[in-house]
Each structure stands twice: as C-alpha cells, then as structure tokens.
C-alpha cells in the first residue's frame, strides 16, 4: 500500500501535526508514504514528490506551518496558466495528475485543505481516484464537523492581542479596532470577542449600523468606560452594504485591507471625537505553533485518515462529532454551509455580557 | 428576584469568567446577585455573603482563582467541626443554610463545583431550594457534558511542561517521568501526552506493567532516541497494585506525593540505567489564565445557568452537548461516570503514534 | 511628607509595576502618596488626583497599562486649549499647576515619561518644584540608561509575532514585511529582528536601498529559501528620502499608516514577483503584561525613585547602569542621544547572520 | 581554518542560537566547523564528532536544548571509568583529546558552558591548545558578564509559575512553598520573587529562620491577606544548617528532593496551622523556548566567541559588559565570585515591597 498527502489552501496551525499522524499511522501498517509538495503542484511536474519517513515527521507535531507548503494556486481541473502575452488561461490538468499518480504507485491520497480541497477530491473521486480528505479551515466554516485543527489557534492568537490592546486602550481612554480573519463567517470574531471581552463584535452574519456602534462607545463613555474595544470580522457588513461606510473615493484602498476596519475607524472617531486607531491581524491569525486543543484534534483526524482509507471510505471527510471523530460523504458536508447562528445561545449570551453586534 | 452564587470544590481557570457571565445575565434582566464566600460557608455564618454588581465583575473574565474564594471543607450535610479535644464530629447545617438564605432573601442559587457540590445541590433541592449547577472539574470527568471549563487550561499547561522538557529530556538523554492531576481518570494525561508528544502515558483506566514501561524506554534507546519522555496521572495503578512498586518501607511517603511518580523513576533508573528524573506538576495546573477555549466555556456555562433559573431548571446542570448548551437532571449526571474510553480513537491514534501505555 | 505620581506620554508595560513599587517604597517610610491623573491633568483641573494606598496598588505589577491613565496631551507650560472657533491655542499653565500642587500639600512630584516628560520636569525643577523621573520609553532611545522598562515586552511582543509569521511564510513561499516601532531608532526592529531571525532589518540608523532589498529576496530565492521576512522600523529610511518608494500620489496614506511598510511591500512584489505582504503591529507593542525582566526593572526603577527623593536628587532620572541604579541629571540626559550603533557589535553580529540592512 | 564547538554542564536555554551563530559568523569567514558531541566525549572516542554547516544550524535558532547534547559527566582531565568490579576510577584523558583534536584538524575550540567548562578550558589552554569560552548558566553566577543566557528564560519560567499559583493560593487560603534552581546562589529566587511579587524569598546569601518566615505568614493573616507565595532557591540554608527543620530522620530524602523545600512546608503548616503545599520546578527552568533577551544575548556570545578566535583570544571569555562585549581572561573570571549583594539595591527595594527574606 502507498500512499500520498497533500496540503493545499491557507496555512493553518495544526497541519504538521496532522501529516506526522496520518505518517506514523501509516508506518506501522507497513505502508508506503510519500509528501505531495504545494498543493497539487507536485504532481503536475511543478513541485516535488517526497518520501514521508518517521525521519521526515520527528518534531514536527507542535510546529506551525506545513512542511509540504502549501498554495491557494487553484485546481488542477482549472490550472491557471500564464501565456506568453502575460494573459491567464485555465486548463485541466486532471489526466495528468492521475498519471502521474498512476506512475508513482499511489494507492490513495489524503487531502488536507478546505472547501476548494474538498470540491477537487470529490472531482477526482468521480475520475475513480481514492482520495479522503482532512477539512482544513481557520475560519471554522467546515460544516459536519464540531470544529476543525487551527481555528483554536486562531481564536487564541487573537485573543492574546486583545488582552494586549485593552489595558492601552484603557490607558489612553482610546477606541480600538480590530480586523480580524473570516470573510463569510464570524466565528473567530465572536469567539474572540467573547474571551477577550469586547464591547463591539461585528460579523458578516449581523449586518451592522454605524450609527449602533457609535452609540455604544458614547454609551460606555457616560458610563466612565471611556475606551472600546470594537472586534471586526473581515466580511462584516455595514447596513446598506460597504460603500455606505467606505464612500465612493477609496473602495480599492479598502479592498486592499481586506476589509472595512480602516474606514470604520476614520468614521467612529469622527462621530465620536473619541481618539480610534484599527490593527489588522493578518497572518498572524494562520502562524504559529499549534494550542494544545489544535494539536490533538490534528493528530486524532491524521490517525483517522488513515483509518478511512483502511475502510476505503472514499470521497469520505473526517469529522468531529464530539465524542466521535467519523466519516462523512463529501457531498453531504458541500450540501451544507455552517454560519454563526445569530439566534444561538453564544450571541444570545454575548448580548448579555453587553456586547453590541451594532444591529 | 434574588440570586447566589457559590464556587466549591478545587479552584479552576475560569471560575471568574462564570461568576462574572452570570453576574451581567442576571443583572441585565434587572435580578440581585449576591456572592457566598468559600463555597457554603458564607451561609454558615463562617465567611461572608456579599453584594455582586457590575463593578465586582470588572476585568475578572480572563483571571486565574475565584473571587468567592472556594473550600474542600465538606457538605454543609455533614459539617466538620473540631471539638474541645482536637477530634472533629460531623453535623447537618442544612437548616441552618436554608434558614440563612431565606433571611437573606435569596430566590435561588447557582452553585459552580464537582461531584460534591452536585450531590449537595440535590439534597439542597430535596430540600425545597432552587438551586441550578454549572460543572466544575480540571479532571474533564463529570459525565453528560462534553467538558468543562479548566480542563483546556490545565491540559495547556501540562503541554507547555512537556514541550520544556523535551528539549533538556534530549540534550542530556534523560527519562522525565511527569505526574499530572487525574485520580480517576487519565483526561489530562492522555490528551497532554498526546499534544506534548509524550512516549509513555501512564493512566488509571489502563493498568501499567513496569516492564512495559522500560522496554519502551530501551526500545527507544536502540533505536537512538536516547531520551524518554513518561506522563503518569495521580491515579495511574500498576498491574499488581501500588504495592508492587512502592515496596513496604514507603506506603506513606509516596501517598504524600499523590501517586507513583517517584518511585516509579527510581525503579526505572534501577532497571534501565538510564538517569531518570521525576517532576509533579501539581498546582501550577489548576491555576493561571484559563486559555480562549475556556474563557468562552465559562461564558457560555454562566450566562445558561441564569437561563435555567429562568427557567425553573431546579436541580439541573447546565451540559456543553456541541455545539449546544442543556440542561440534564443532576440524578442523570451522578448515574454515570466519566471515563477514557481504552478502545476509542483516541487511545488507539496514540498507540498509533508510537506511545505505550504500559499495557 | 506626601509625594504625587505623574505617568505621561505612551503606554508602556511596567507603568503600574513602577507606580506599585514608588507607592511601597513611600508607604513604608510612612509617606503620603497621591496619584495624578492623565499625566498632569489631574493637576489642571482637568482629571482627577486620587489617593493611592496599599490596596490601590494591589495586585498591579503583572499587568499592563498605567492605573493613572497617561496621555500625549502636551505639556503645561504649552498647553493646548481648544478655542471657540476651533483652533487650538498654546497657553502656560505652569502656574496652576504649582499652585494646585501647593494646594494639595505635595512635597515632590515623581514623573514617569518620556523626552518630554524629561523637559517638563526640568522646567518645573526651574520654577522650584521638586521632581525626580523614571524614564519610561518603549523605543529605548532615553539615553544614560542600558534600558527602560516596556522595550523587553515590546522586543518580546515583535519575536513571538516573528514566530509565528516565519511558518505562514515559509508554507506560502512569501515575503513578509513587518512594521514595527521606532520613530527615530531602530532597537526594537534590529534586537527583535535578531531575535526573531528576520532576513532584512530597515531602521532609520541605516538608509536602505530598495535593490538591495530586492536582492536580498532574490539571493534567498536562488538558494532554495523561497520566503522572507522583513522588518522595518516606522522611522526607516530610503536612501534618497522616502518619496523615492512612496511616489507622489499617496504620502498622505503612507504617514497614516506610520511608515513606508505598505509602498515597500508593493514595490518588493512588484519588483520580485514574489507574492508580498505587510503586517503593522502598532499597538500591540505598547500592551500586554510586562516581561519578567522589565516587572523587575520597573519594581527597581520604583523603588529608586523614592530614595531618589529622600536623598532629594531633584531634577535627576533614576537609571540602570549595570549592575547599578544610579541617578543622572536630567540635563546631562538630555544632552545625549541614544541610537543604535552601526558600527557596534549587534549590527556586526546581524550582518554575520545573514542580515541585510538594505545598505 | 577549522574551528570545533562544544557544549558542557546543564542544559540552559540559548545554546542553540550560540551554536547557531558561531557557526554562521565562521561559515561566512570561510572556515570549516565541527560540532564536539556531548561535552568533549565527541574526542574520547564516546561519542561523534559532525560537521555542523548552514543546514545544521537552520531554524534552531528559538528552540531549547543543544544539537550537540551536553552532560556532567566530567572533565577530560578526571575522567571516570567505571571498572569491572563496578568502582570508579578516574583518569586523566587529555593528551587522548589532544590527539583527537589534532588528528582531526581542529585549530580552535569554542567551549560553552559554566563554571567547570571555563576550568578544562583553561587546563586545555595550558597545554597548548586554543580555546575560547561562552559563558552558560541557568544560576547566574559566572562572574565578569552582567548575565549569562538562559537565566532571564529561567526566571520567566518561574514567574509564569507564580502567576499561576498566586490565584491558587488566594482562591484557597493556602501558603505555597516554590522551590527553583540556585545551589550557591539566590538570582533566580531573588528575580523570580521580586518580578512575581513572592511573599518570603530564601536563598543561599541570606540565612533565614523559619520564625520569622511563620511570622510572616501570620502577619499577612493578620492584615486579611490570607495565602503566602515563598520561593525558596534550592540552596536556601536555614539559621543553625539544614539539621534544623530536617531533623534526624530524613537527610537523604531531602537531599534527594534538592533541598529544605518539603520539610520547610510541613513545619510551616505545623507552626501556622494553615495548609501548605510545596512545588519543585526542577528541570522546567532549564528548557524550553529561549526569551528573546536570551535569543539577542546568546547571539551576540556567538558571534562575539568567533571574532575572539579570530583575534587570538585564547583562554577568554566572552562577557556583557553593557552595551559591550568585551573578552575576559579566565583566570580573572574563576578568580570571583558572584553572588546576591545582600545590601544591593534589588535586595533592599524586595524589603520595601514588603518581601521577607526570613531574617
């Protein structure tokens, strides 16, 4: 039996400890493993194809990052290919990864990425490859699943800052507001916001009012919390969509940031005259060694891969339904999309630690 | 409407985040809070009761400890109290509580504790008192929830233990034989061991063999690792009883340590040969800032337990079921236990990964 | 005796831990001590003065932030007063401020700050005020001092994002620019850079040449090191000023932003082809808890303030000059500057790393 | 050229950046670098030598633990054999070593380590051979340098652990004792205690008297404050010798425990009626991430030991002296020593604090 690991979309916190499991799980059934490097790429002839060896794995289960890389490239049954006249062309490269496969004596792949990943292991399933798959997403978006490795990760990071950023604000009698990652859904947003305390929590999933959120930091300001700490989520939309708040002059500027953080901010401090400074996270949220939580639930899903593929559960992700990690079909997680539930007792609760979601 | 909060039993990171959830839930629903000192005590007339408002609760959702400060002292239904000659008698207070609480006009209680505080909170029901729980254990064995807050924390901590000493583990070719909490169970030890990458994880749901234990360490040993790295819960039991390790002359010393970690390493280095050294965490894990995970635990676990007041939910514990928060009669909680699972995926992934248990 | 505590200009962690320190220190020698509100609003009529006690300072050293909030309002002998049509006019309010202090019986006054906190305290050491300062700068440019307390937090703040970037970027094959603090010298870029083991370190000691940065990303690129990580100080400099990067069109944005991070990302993209991306960690430098090395710094610092006083040192600085705590006049101070040494052994040891300073 | 590395004693945080930039500042000089395995057992034939290059160093620089691994074992001078009837008998091995070296062409020796280190070194350079040193100690206590790597991680380690503890100790009214690593020395104590804000600090320089820390105790009861935190250094000597609270029964079960902490916890709770737990950190203070003070510091060493090779410094230690590095021959470095100043300023502003040292 041989078998091969891929990585592909973002990086998250946790990925090298799932590769270190699905390895020595494989090992010690006498299996064959090999590392495809970057996504895909590396059986496209653009990248490497490696032996993964308990060598190969020693000391990487706490580490960050994915020592296969990993790349946001595209599929390859929709390869971008620049031209000669620097234009892009999409093709699909699917036969040729099936070879190369085929040639390489690959028995079954392990995918480890998120929606895209999932979509392509599906395709390649219905070309009659035996793929199962790893959900991988720092935005807690995977659906049939409890969580998914890296967004544990992700929430603390955040968390970690906004401990840092509330005794400034507090000190300076500031306004602070913080982007964070999750351009459909507001997970790590209200994750964090709840842990570390915020005032304002702003998600894609409530649409909010500018005018509610000023409120609320004029509203602490008459109570003699002259500070806030505002937690934006990258998707978050103002009522009347973004250019309400953006304006016609700077939507590419903002595009840029990712987000409405920066105008938001120029916006509170002019309603407000309070003092407002935003930060965005970034990459930070993706790096880093993995929490203890992360690095369990990774090695538990790479100890599971390998099971599903010794079941032959093929187009077959694995999930986390707490207790119980199990298999479910591809098309039953892409059938679903999983949101923050606006109506769920964490909103319900943070609107009674007195956060304002400005709706 | 009049509500008190009590925390008993060992402290645990985000016991504040709990007080502090239902403290601004019931405030904000216009109710009175009121605080009961170390644990019943303060009804006892042997701590005080005082006023929880929102100022009380200020900046406490992300610290380590109990502002209630909390006691194993015992059920105020069998009350310890030392007599004239030093010996202690045990006497049933609960009139007293019950009759302190209705002068102080409190409508219902929220007690925050294990076992013991469960079984209290059910006599006090049987009583006629309105009482509600919120689970409490580092140990992650109170049964229907899928955990409870401390338990991340403290498996945090543990693992940024064992990732110190892994490195001075394998610069001077070292055994570490690491204690951990878990007199009942190997929670901890397990889930650190696993995310700490530990080579042997000794608990009490999976007796030990010595022998096993050493030929894992020499197996490592050929094979060039020349360092091993053991976490053995409190309660871990060798085949055979503590005896077979613990010898006559030392029955005494070894309980004062809380479990076998000590002479385990001496037999250890006797058999091996190897320099072998021991640490107990002890209470660095009950203690510090409990991690994002159980800050948003707590949250959430505070603001429902003041839903089941709201509710009537007497004598019910409010239970994390992912990705929502019950209520489950207290009867039904005590009728189970909590255990590791010795054949669920988790144990068999580490085996998978290379760890011994000893079995 | 009753002496006041003054802290002015930006956070800094280790502010509450001088304050606790000062406040015991006078306590002990059966002192009054007052705090002055938002550096010395409390003192203009514009913010309080409070008492600070034993239990004022309860269980502050760990954390981060100034209990007497701080500000970077300006100084009293230059103070800006918003007029009736909107400007802002510059006034001396020195004489109200002596006057209030006198009216509040202050003996000495001990001023926590910054270069302008410096020049304040002389001035009113000029005018008969009796102050002593402890320098407070998170950039590390208070010259006669090793250091102050908050640069090792926020030296440490920058590493453990360094950590965590280093993963993203290598899995992504990225280039990654991080701005960081350091107006006018480059110690938190070039110590955290080192630390963090950045690639290329800009900081306003050092002009750099964006070839030479390119080149550096190229050469990394050509040996297999197919990411990057660059740290550029606020203050840092391209040769030929920072419009040969910034072009005309956009200096607004650029000065918003605090520095060239942004144009130089695009510019490295444009320049290499290698996807780029910028990180401004602003504030997160100045909050959070402070080291255990600047805890104790600031605990020495506090407590030689008060000696300071008692061997009445008016008009000097406490400082650090290893192993010793010394005072300096405040003049001799500011005669100097303190900016890092091209020439000195740490930018020697960096350009051995493989650093590139851009030059 | 060709230059070999050695490190020996204790492991300490940072002696992988030290490697790791001897190494780099002597590749970029174009000479060749062995690494000596464990101590110098790499040249008696015990153990390997390696060829450390560009790869060997790559990402080790924030990791804990040293890739040539270290021992006690002892100097090459004096070194024990173990004989057939299982006695020891020591040899003196050096012109073995010698030979070694110069079989393999080694020009210089950069020794790491402490105090036994710096004497073979010396012994080395007496008979002809070419050796610098990097000074190495958890304790603090190598004279002629400010610090040393690896203290300023140990006493982070230790403060982290009192953080934890402080709201244990508080939740439930107990007195914690926390012993740490200082045979002959109090720095780590001492730093740990005052950063942590510990209660009642004991080390070696100061004699301390178990009345006066139960005093202590009782006067902070007293005074409602009713939990103690004490830090005890491993060499803490009670007034009168350790026979003092050990009693007659137990030396060797102390002395196995590192020191007077067990014994000092029961006779506390004896004395003051009030529970007590003890705590020894042992090996978690030598292992574990660098801080970025010891990444900067552990650098700096490294390439500072390079260019004392290159400037012939034979039989020198590198030092800090702030802001320089300076080179200090041996026989002045083992000419001191250093210890806690018990009239220094750190000393006197832990009694301000209101820290008893048991005096």
Same mark, same amino acid.
């Given at each position: 039996m041989r078998i091969a690991i891929s990585t592909g979309g973002g990086d998250a916190p946790g990925l090298n400890a799932v590769i270190r499991a699905s390895v020595l799980a494989a090992l010690q059934r006498g299996w064959d493993v090999l590392g495809i490097k970057r996504g895909y790429a590396g059986l496209l002839g653009e990248d490497e194809v490696i032996p993964l060896t308990r060598d190969s794995v020693?000391? @990487? $289960?706490? %580490?960050? $990052? %994915? @020592?296969l890389r990993t790349t946001n490239r595209g599929s390859p049954f929709n390869y971008p290919i620049v031209q000669a006249d620097g234009s892009i062309k999409y093709v699909d490269r699917s036969d040729e990864l099936i070879a190369n496969a085929k040639a390489l004596g690959i028995d079954a792949i392990i995918s480890i990425g998120g929606d895209g990943s999932l979509k392509i292991a599906q395709q390649l399933v219905d070309r009659g490859m035996k793929v199962v798959c790893v959900p991988k997403t720092i935005d807690n &978006? /995977? *659906?049939? %699943?409890i969580n998914t490795f890296g967004f544990d990760t992700a929430v603390s990071t955040v968390v970690e800052a906004l401990d840092k950023l509330h005794t400034t604000a507090e000190s300076h009698d500031r306004v602070l507001c913080v982007e964070v990652m999750g351009r459909d859904t507001g997970f790590i947003a209200l994750y964090a916001g709840m842990a570390g305390t915020a005032d304002v929590v702003l998600i894609p999933e409530i649409p909010f009012s500018i005018d509610k959120v000023c409120e609320k930091v004029m509203a602490r300001e008459r109570a003699g919390r002259r500070f806030s700490i505002i937690v934006v989520a990258e998707g978050a939309i103002p009522v009347g969509g973004t #250019?309400?708040?953006?304006? #016609?002059?700077m939507p590419g500027q903002a595009k840029r940031l990712g987000g409405v953080v920066d105008p938001l901010s120029r916006e509170i401090q002019k309603r407000t005259g309070k003092e407002t400074r935003s930060l965005i996270l970034g990459h930070l949220q993706r790096g880093g060694q993995p929490t203890s939580y992360d690095r369990l639930l990774s090695t538990r899903f790479g100890g599971a891969a390998v099971r599903a593929i010794e079941e032959q559960a093929w187009g077959h992700m694995v999930a986390l339904q707490s207790p119980h990690i199990v298999f479910v079909p591809i098309p039953e997680v892409l059938r679903h999309t999983k949101r /923050? &539930? *606006? &109506?769920g007792d964490i909103v319900m609760t943070a609107r009674e630690m007195g956060i304002s979601f400005g709706d």
């Open positions: 020693r000391g @990487i $289960g706490h %580490t960050g $990052g %994915t @020592i &978006d /995977v *659906p049939c %699943t #250019e309400s708040i953006l304006g #016609e002059s /923050v &539930d *606006p &109506d």
